[in-house]
């Protein structure tokens, strides 16, 4: 779940290219660093049932995607 997250942050840097919006710059860049420390937490295998690596990219992911849905709405509306 780590990589996937990863890769998908990449992708809002070829968005940031087509539409020059720098909310995408952020967006990846807080994807990409979340994602990336969530593959050095242990899985579930290490830490028993809960799989801390998949929680925390997958909550991490979500929060950074809000928030940018989030900044571009209260944008739209000043």
Known sequence: MPAIG???????LGLWKATDLRVFVW???????????AAFLPGATENG?????????GLGSALVLWGAALRTLIEGFA
């Open 27 to 37: 967006t990846a860049l807080a994807m990409c660093i979340v994602c990336g420390l």
């Open 49 to 57: 049932d809960v799989n801390v690596r998949q929680a925390v990219a």
């Open 6 to 12: 990863f890769i998908v942050g990449l992708h809002f």
